[in-house]
């Protein structure tokens, strides 16, 4: 499926197409989404179908206005529409209580909602046309990287899906951050380019952070995309290394004439022919930008490994050092 530039009679025909109940990827701000009318049940089993993944993990539903929420969320709390009035249109999603109607397939079964409002013009429109709730996960290989580009979802999916809106690169380039607002302490499930500081500024309060591996083992919790220990990963082996460690890995994967693939952050490593480094920008938002671009470039390289350097430990780069050490968290067991 190649991809359509978004105009507006490609936006009336993926509108269609979606009301149809066949699935249509489309741009954000964040990442291409894999979308789906989320009251069609049917509709929503092919995202899952068509990704790999698991139908015990919820959907993201994007609304085009705040008022939507009452059509999906019931108990909505004074803190959901702080975050919305301030954030939305926005790289933020709120869990809520759900409404019965909601199909459970959009939930993974769970008796809550994850709703955003996106900030992108073609995402909006789409929305706008379609006149209503669009269920959509990244357009990609379930816990693969994430799509930053319309032809990254053609390379990936391909004829799989019936439509692919082009709306060119993302803005922010990481996905969304998630705060469920179900219980009585607002909690961070998944960071993203806002960031727990302005969160709170904004709710005046503190959240609670919710790691993915105590997320995964207790069935008492909510469950959240993203929240897998291993995602965002490329197919390649994949390593986060610390930056005072890599000459030795580095050598050493050299003795072994081994491929390798490099993402350096402010490593530059002497002339290797056997190396692809690419240098990554060192503020966090150019960063996160072009994060999984680089990823999938080094990915398709036919490389034997793909190093990360360790990026800084601060609240800016949160939702990057996220991302990089889910994608290289299956590192051990290979």
Request: proline content about 7%; charged content about 20%; glycine content about 6%.
């Amino acid at each position: 499926m190649k991809p359509i530039f978004a105009d507006n009679a490609a936006i009336e025909q993926a509108a269609k197409l979606l009301r149809q109940g066949r699935l249509v990827a489309f741009p954000t701000e964040t990442v291409y989404g894999l979308g789906a009318d989320a009251s069609n049940a049917e509709a929503i089993k092919q995202i899952f179908a068509v990704k790999g993944r698991p139908t015990t993990h919820p959907l993201i539903v994007h609304i085009g206005d705040a008022d939507q929420i009452k059509d999906w969320a019931q108990k909505i709390p004074d803190n959901a529409k702080k975050l919305a009035s301030h954030f939305w249109p926005g790289p933020l999603t709120l869990i809520l209580n759900k409404k019965n109607s909601v199909p459970s397939e959009v939930t993974g079964g769970q008796n809550t909602i994850a709703l955003r409002m996106p900030d992108h013009p073609v995402a909006l429109a789409l929305l706008n046309k379609f006149e209503g709730g669009i269920a959509a996960p990244s357009a990609n290989i379930y816990c693969r990287i994430s799509p930053t580009q319309a032809s990254h979802v053609e390379e990936e999916l391909g004829d799989t899906i019936d439509m692919i809106l082009d709306g060119g690169a993302c803005r922010v380039g990481v996905e969304s951050t998630i705060i469920d607002l179900t219980g009585p302490i607002p909690k961070l499930l998944r960071p993203g380019h806002i960031s727990k500081a302005e969160i709170e500024a904004v709710l005046d309060s503190e959240l609670q952070i919710v790691t993915a591996s105590a997320n995964g083992n207790k069935s008492t919790e909510t469950m959240a995309p993203g929240m897998m220990p291993v995602h965002y990963a490329p197919t390649t082996r994949a390593a986060l290394c610390e930056h005072d460690k890599l000459p030795q890995i580095l050598n050493n994967l050299r003795l072994q004439n081994k491929r390798v693939g490099l993402l350096s952050y402010q490593f530059n490593p002497p002339e290797n022919r056997l190396m692809h480094m690419l240098c990554m920008p060192e503020q966090a938002e150019s960063y996160a930008q072009i994060l999984y671009t680089c990823l999938r470039e080094l990915d398709n390289r036919e490389l034997d490994i793909i190093l990360i350097e360790q990026t800084p430990d601060t609240e800016a780069w949160r939702a990057i050092n996220d991302r990089i050490k889910k994608a290289t968290s299956n590192f051990k067991n290979n």
